[in-house]
């Protein structure tokens, strides 16, 4: 079994929309959780950490639920510029920051 | 200034060479990393080094050798290349190993072609 996993989309929306991406972790152990988000052909960059209250960042909510190993992203009033893959990320417990990162989930807004 | 560069960014080769992707930061991180992400966009860590020194290693065959001169640099050596080594390696760098601070500074992907 992965250690993280993602359905891979793609998601289609319409500028405004309100999108979820989810993602599971196999890892009852894992302390650390984040979204990165990665344009095409380019570099994954950190989008935000998840808290384990939840936490928002603008357009932008993350939910943990650590009894499921469920990580969510929400995304609010979808602009064209959110176009991207956003990838699930869990630390390993193997120690020394070792993340491990989910395939991602596309997301494309429409005009 | 970028702050994790690495070079080149585009390689493409024939199987059976050897060859070498550098890496450099100047964000004065302890922490460098090589990742390999394959066609399918999975993104997965082959090596890290916490100030010139390995500490993660998955498995990974032995023709691929990383090597860290100093904190500041991370380069990988990959010898007699196959197909599958074709993907994009990307090198990152984090403050500190320890503590999981999730922040990843990654460059910007060198995209190898293996013929």
Same mark, same amino acid.
Not at chain 1, 58 to 72: D, E, K, P, V
Not at chain 2, 17 to 40: A, F, P
Not at chain 2, 83 to 105: H, K, M, P, Q, W
């Given at each position: 079994?992965?250690?993280?996993?993602?359905?891979?989309?793609?998601?289609?929306?319409?500028? #405004?929309?309100?999108?979820?991406?989810?993602?599971?972790?196999? &890892?009852? /152990? !894992? *302390?650390?959780?984040?979204?990165?988000?990665? =344009?095409?052909?380019?570099?994954?960059?950190?989008?935000?950490?998840?808290?384990?209250? #939840?936490?928002?960042?603008?357009?932008?909510?993350?939910?943990? &639920?650590? /009894? !499921? *190993?469920?990580?969510?992203?929400?995304?609010? =009033?979808?602009?064209?510029?959110?176009?991207?893959?956003?990838?699930?990320?869990?630390? #390993?417990?193997?120690?020394?920051?070792?993340?491990?990162?989910?395939?991602?989930?596309?997301?494309?807004?429409?005009? | 200034?970028?702050?994790?560069?690495?070079?080149?960014?585009?390689?493409?080769?024939?199987?059976?060479?050897?060859?070498?992707?550098?890496?450099?930061?100047?964000?004065?991180?302890?922490?460098?990393?090589?990742?390999?992400?394959?066609?399918?966009?999975?993104?997965?860590?082959?090596?890290?080094?916490?100030?010139?020194?390995?500490?993660?290693?998955?498995?990974?065959?032995?023709?691929?050798?990383?090597?860290?001169?100093?904190?500041?640099?991370?380069?990988?050596?990959?010898?007699?290349?196959?197909?599958?080594?074709?993907?994009?390696?990307?090198?990152?760098?984090?403050?500190?190993?320890?503590?999981?601070?999730?922040?990843?500074?990654?460059?910007?992907?060198?995209?190898?072609?293996?013929?």
């Amino acid at each position: 079994r992965k250690e993280v996993e993602q359905d891979p989309g793609p998601f289609n929306v319409p500028e #405004g929309a309100t999108v979820a991406f989810n993602c599971t972790y196999s &890892n009852s /152990a !894992s *302390q650390s959780f984040f979204w990165y988000r990665q =344009d095409c052909r380019k570099e994954p960059k950190l989008l935000m950490s998840v808290y384990s209250s #939840g936490n928002e960042d603008g357009r932008f909510t993350a939910q943990l &639920n650590r /009894a !499921s *190993q469920y990580i969510s992203l929400l995304i609010r =009033d979808s602009k064209l510029s959110d176009s991207a893959t956003y990838l699930c990320v869990v630390n #390993g417990v193997t120690g020394a920051n070792n993340l491990f990162f989910g395939t991602g989930t596309r997301l494309t807004v429409i005009p | 200034d970028t702050a994790v560069s690495q070079t080149p960014k585009y390689l493409v080769t024939q199987m059976g060479n050897d060859k070498s992707i550098k890496c450099e930061q100047n964000l004065g991180h302890d922490t460098m990393y090589w990742y390999k992400q394959d066609s399918k966009k999975f993104l997965k860590i082959m090596f890290s080094y916490n100030n010139k020194e390995l500490i993660i290693n998955e498995t990974v065959p032995n023709r691929f050798s990383p090597k860290s001169p100093d904190k500041a640099h991370l380069n990988l050596h990959i010898n007699s290349l196959e197909l599958g080594d074709s993907a994009v390696y990307f090198c990152a760098s984090s403050r500190i190993a320890t503590g999981n601070t999730g922040e990843l500074f990654f460059g910007e992907g060198s995209r190898l072609t293996v013929l």
